[in-house]
Structures are given as C-alpha cells and as structure tokens.
Nanobody, 125 residues
Framework: VQLQASGGGLVQAGGSLRLSCAASGLTFSIHAMGWFRQAPGKERESVAAIAWNGGSTYYADSVKGRFTISRDNAKNTVYLQMNSLKPDDTAVYVC???????????????????WGQGTQVTVSS
C-alpha cells in the first residue's frame, strides 16, 4: 500500500489549502480513509474520516465547519479542503487507510492499517 500526500505548504491565518492523498496497491473503494495530524511534541490526532462510499464523515471538533473531507474512488484519491486556517492547525498531515469500509464515531489510529508519509502544513499568524 502506498499513500502519497501532497498539497501542504505555508499559508497565512485565514487562508486555505487543499490536501490530496493518492493511493495505490489497494482496492481503494472498499476502505474508509482518514486524515491525521501531528504537531511537534503532541500526539497524532484524527482530523477527519470518510467511509468507503463517502456516505459518512467524521470531523474533530477543532476543525468542524472549516475542513471538508472527500474522495474520488475513480481516481483512488482522498482530499482534505482546509479553510479558515489557524496557527493551531500547523502540523504534519498524514492520510491513512482504514481497516474497514465504514468509520467509527471517534476514529483512532487503531482503525487504520496503512499510513502515508505526510505533508507539512504551516499556518502563520
């Protein structure tokens, strides 16, 4: 399984970024997908998750109303649209492959068994 994340960068507070994660080596359309982030000195946290068909989504309270997760099963790609970015959003963002098709009410790292290399997002104040 390969998960290649891209789209990170440096942006001012209030700005937007769109992350993409291209997957290969798996049957993408039957797996839930998720985005996690990890800031220096902090634990990895679940940011958003999406079920195999896009029918269910999850967002951490800290990003609700600002971030949108989506997927294109024809392109084996999952996206994370991030708007109204804040300095607290600064982290390495990693996409992950779910163990199952659906998502749980509170996704954790245990729900995923494939990880990408991450892309850095830096939000300046």
């Amino acid at each position: 399984v390969q998960l290649q994340a891209s789209g990170g960068g440096l942006v001012q507070a209030g700005g937007s970024l769109r992350l993409s994660c291209a997957a290969s080596g798996l049957t993408f359309s039957i797996h839930a997908m998720g985005w996690f982030r990890q800031a220096p000195g902090k634990e990895r946290e679940s940011v958003a998750a999406i079920a195999w068909n896009g029918g269910s989504t999850y967002y951490a309270d800290s990003v609700k109303g600002r971030f949108t997760i989506s997927r294109d099963n024809a392109k084996n790609t999952v996206y994370l649209q991030m708007n109204s970015l804040k300095p607290d959003d600064t982290a390495v963002y990693v996409c992950a492959k779910g163990r199952r098709a659906g998502i749980t009410s509170r996704p954790s790292t245990y729900d995923y068994d494939g990880w990408g290399q991450g892309t850095q997002v830096t939000v300046s104040s």
